[in-house]
């Protein structure tokens, strides 16, 4: 009987160490998949907030709330099942997936560059993101979250291709942590992002004077911080599109750029303390140019055939007709502003 016994907690003890192994595997492979997908998961925080801008305080959290629910749902119900369904039947397909992803980062990357060379904003930066009343509000909601669906599908199959060789039940649980970890940390980030201001204003209105300067370089602040998390979200998305691009060309066999790039980083790898990191940042920084020039030149070939869509037609020629209409309006109203006042023949008005 003690020996059925110890032989009994013998396999329980088997047991409790193939799953504290499994879970060290699961551990280890969300870290390094959740690293992988930094890039994307910085320009998700940058960009959730644009569509809150212009709101009532009191639904900015409600809606960022709708958002990461929005979020959780794409991931875990219809993106990962996907992607472990693609995993099993299709595998060879991933490569082509990751880089399709990787052209739409270098493409939103470049975009965002050329506009901000230019000194052009889209109409989403020019005018509030939301106007008041709940059907405007859940069209934002709506179109965040098809928005975060797009940055979501990347960053999964980012994560899923850092660990091929797991199992299938391996890989499913590292995408579930990887799914709610990232959504917990951009939302909650995107969260304290947006009521910043308010915090900033309420500790403006103490009494104490250490307090209210706080408040004070918080509300300042706030613009800048928005704008810098801008801009290392585009360096990140073609820092990391470009980089999905160098290694899928080599491992479609198209070694002449991964092998340029890996001649450059070696003279910088030999440096003492510092070379590891200095090697990284070279081919980080070519990883970023090649972001630019693909996404440049699929920016060139996309950007007349989404001009070209009768939806944007009209579009266009709805703002063309509403800039007509506003400056015969405008004309108008200088043409009576130029008229002298009509004389009152009649006496003063009682």
Known sequence: MSGGLVALLD??????????ASVDDVAAGAAKAGAKAAGVVIDDAAVTPQYVSGADPSRELPMIKKIFWGSLRNKLLIILPALLLISAFVPWTIPFILMLGGTYLCYEGAEK???????????DEDSPAVDRGPEAESKVVKGAITTDFILS???????????????????????????????????????????????????AA??????????????RGMPAVLGAITFIGTIAMLWVGGHIMLQGTHDLGWHTLYDLVHALEH???????????????????????????????????????????????????EDHGHGHADSAAADGNHAAAAQPPAKNDGGTAS
């Open 11 to 20: 396999d329980i003890a088997a047991l409790a160490r193939i799953a504290a």
């Open 153 to 203: 599908c990347e960053i999964m199959v980012i994560a899923m291709n850092e660990v091929p060789d797991a199992s299938l039940w391996v890989r499913a649980l590292i995408l579930i942590v990887v799914a709610i970890v990232i959504t917990v940390a951009v939302y909650g980030a995107v969260a304290l992002i947006v009521k910043m201001d308010d915090v900033g204003m309420h500790l």
């Open 267 to 317: 003279p910088f790898a030999g440096f003492a303390v510092v070379g590891g990191f200095l090697a990284w940042l070279v081919n980080t920084l070519c990883s970023a140019v090649l972001g630019v020039i693909w996404g440049t030149i699929v920016m060139a070939v996309v950007t007349p055939l989404l001009k070209a869509l009768p939806s944007n037609k009209a579009k266009a020629n």
């Open 113 to 123: 560059v050329w506009h901000k060379l230019r000194g052009h904003h889209s109409a």
């Open 206 to 219: 103490k009494d104490s004077a250490g307090s209210q300067r706080f408040g004070e370089l918080l509300v």
